[in-house]
């Protein structure tokens, strides 16, 4: 499988080429330092900017900022924004590590995603509209084309639920098919890369820490904001009750994955913080007591 430039980045490259053709021409003209070759010199440099921090969803569009940068001239190191550009670029390696999904596949997942859990959690009386529900919402998602590793994943992942079923008792999400050794192959590999464990946990393509701490409340799995002075720390339980079913030892696993790795303490900042401002129960002060004469 092929994929060429995302939809979104391919847009905003032509953008800047049409953005630069109307500057040329006015520098061809010698109208250097002309309100029109100011304008379109800033139009220009915006266009350019939208394009570079664009978040790249594939190669290709990696190899198109790199393109567009060479394309630049060989001084562009010497740029301001050159550390910028270079930051944004390696923010795009970092992510196509998840593997990303596209946005349109993004949104697809997440109707679909309502529309599973709707289904699984429904009334009997309700349960043929479900499921013409969740069919239509995965058709829908099936339907797109896959311009991503991720979207291709997340279609797998997808249907692999659908026809292996999740866990009742809140842990839909969890992929069913776990061999009497350990787990299967399939949702060994989906638990292998970030992406695998968001849907696998949260039941979403990318990370939320909201969707973490209600996950994590879900499982029974204790974590604190630990506060001792002007010093915060966090804090988990190492694991969740023995006597808890094995689906729940195992989504609590994949939540603290969840903080770890390259993402770990910007989504550990991001859930303290929420805990800091919403959720008061799981901040304890730790700090100094005086003790009474």
């Not at 939809?7 to 032509?14: D, L, S, V």
């Not at 002309?34 to 379109?40: H, L, Q, V």
């Not at 593997?99 to 009334?123: K, N």
């Not at 249907?159 to 809140?170: M, Q």
């Amino acid at each position: 499988m092929t994929f060429t430039m995302s939809f979104g980045f391919a847009m905003k490259r032509n953008a800047h080429a049409e953005a630069y053709k109307a500057f040329d021409v006015l520098a061809d003209a010698g109208a250097d330092g002309s309100p029109e070759y100011e304008a379109a010199s800033a139009a220009e440099i915006a266009a350019f900017n939208e394009a570079m921090n664009f978040p790249a969803i594939n190669a290709a569009d990696v190899s198109g900022k790199l393109a567009m940068m060479a394309d630049a001239g060989s001084n562009v190191a010497e740029w301001n924004d050159y550390p910028k550009y270079m930051a944004a670029i390696q923010a795009d390696m970092l992510n196509l590590q998840r593997p990303c999904v596209s946005p349109a596949m993004a949104d697809a997942f997440a109707a679909w995603a309502a529309a599973w859990l709707a289904l699984s959690d429904g009334e009997d009386d309700t349960q043929q509209a479900d499921i013409d529900a969740e069919i239509a919402a995965s058709k829908a998602l099936f339907a797109l084309p896959c311009v991503s590793p991720g979207d291709y994943m997340a279609k797998d992942y997808v249907d692999r639920l659908s026809e292996d079923g999740g866990y009742p008792g809140g842990f839909h999400f969890l992929i069913k098919n776990w061999q009497e050794e350990g787990e299967s192959a399939t949702v060994a590999d989906f638990r292998a890369v970030d992406l695998g464990r968001c849907m696998l946990a949260l039941g979403r393509t990318d990370f939320d820490p909201e969707a973490w701490i209600i996950a994590m409340r879900a499982v029974g799995g204790g974590f604190y904001v630990m506060i001792d002075g002007a010093k915060r720390s966090f804090w988990q339980d190492a694991d969740v009750a023995d006597e808890a079913p094995e689906c729940q030892h195992i989504r609590h696993r994949i939540l603290q994955e969840l903080l770890c790795g390259p993402f770990g303490q910007d989504r550990m900042r991001a859930v303290v913080a929420l805990i800091m401002t919403d959720y008061p129960e799981h901040v304890m002060d730790v700090g100094p007591r005086e003790v009474a004469a």
